[in-house]
């Protein structure tokens, strides 16, 4: 196991090539020397990032089931004390 550490530009690069470009990540980790454990763990960061910024942009809605459930049961005043 090698504890060879790689600058962000690299990595940047590696996920850029498979994200971005469609190669695998087998190929793109042989052609630039670093192992595919490596590149795919740096992949699926950044996918989760995007991931979480995208589920961080969406807009907060009750869902359908839950609207129906308080139309169906509608809470009154009093009903907790």
Known sequence: MSNKRYVPEFKDEVVK???ELG???QEVSERLGVSAH???KWVK???Q???DTDQAELPTRPSRSSERLRYVNPMKPGDFG
């Open 23 to 25: 190669h695998s990540v």
């Open 17 to 19: 090539q498979v994200v």
């Open 45 to 47: 960061a950044v996918k």
């Open 49 to 51: 990032d995007k991931s």
């Open 38 to 40: 490596s590149a795919y």
